[in-house]
């Protein structure tokens, strides 16, 4: 319905504001055209920053270590970009496996419990940053955690669910 409104404005306007060109009052058109195009331009600008995610992806490697079944640790490195300034923590969504999930590290330094939630069967980590990252600028991290008695028999499946927009994600397993 909101489409329709704007739609609706839109035509029924047109027919005044091609009509003001016409007038002797021809820099009123003139500011009045401007005026639009600049409040079209801030308005798409707005649109377009304001949906981004707050991290982009530029690669993400995921590395499956199956070299102990009974304890197989899953490694997801990222080259990452902030959308935003200011940002103090990412959220990592949809940990979960058939068995267990151990030892969630972050950078190599165990992740604090109170940073680790499990909701509907599966764990939500939430990494604090040392210091804020620049938006614009890349960095990396690396998430990793042990899958405990997920990968018993001989024929298993891997879902790799993205959390953020990627240009570029690899799948390793070894």
């Keep these: 319905m909101d489409r329709v409104l704007g739609v609706a404005g839109f035509v029924i306007a047109l027919p005044?504001?091609?009509?003001?060109?016409?007038?002797?009052?021809?820099?009123?058109?003139?500011?009045?055209?401007?005026?639009?195009?600049?409040?079209?331009?801030?308005?798409?600008?707005?649109?377009?920053y304001a949906r981004r995610p707050p991290f982009k992806m530029n690669r993400v490697e995921v590395k499956l270590d199956l070299?102990?079944?009974?304890?197989?640790?899953?490694?997801?490195?990222y080259r990452m970009v902030a959308n935003i300034g200011g940002l103090s923590h990412i959220s990592h969504r949809n940990i979960a496996a058939d068995g267990g999930v151990e030892d969630i590290s972050w950078d190599g330094q165990p992740v604090p419990t109170a940073n680790i939630r499990k909701v509907m069967g599966e764990y939500q980590v939430s990494i604090e940053f040392p210091r804020r990252?620049?938006?614009?600028?890349?960095?990396?991290?690396?998430?990793s955690y042990v899958l405990v008695n997920s990968f018993g028999s001989p024929n298993e499946s891997l879902y790799?669910?993205?959390?953020?927009?990627?240009?570029?994600?690899?799948?390793e397993v070894v």
Excluded: H, Q, W
């Design 133 to 143: 990252p620049t938006r614009g600028k890349e960095f990396p991290g690396v998430l």
């Design 67 to 77: 070299s102990d079944p009974d304890r197989a640790k899953l490694t997801k490195s």
């Design 160 to 171: 790799y669910v993205v959390d953020f927009p990627a240009s570029s994600v690899r799948i």
């Design 16 to 48: 005044s504001f091609v009509g003001l060109f016409f007038d002797p009052l021809r820099t009123a058109a003139t500011i009045a055209l401007i005026f639009a195009i600049t409040l079209g331009v801030v308005a798409l600008s707005f649109y377009y």
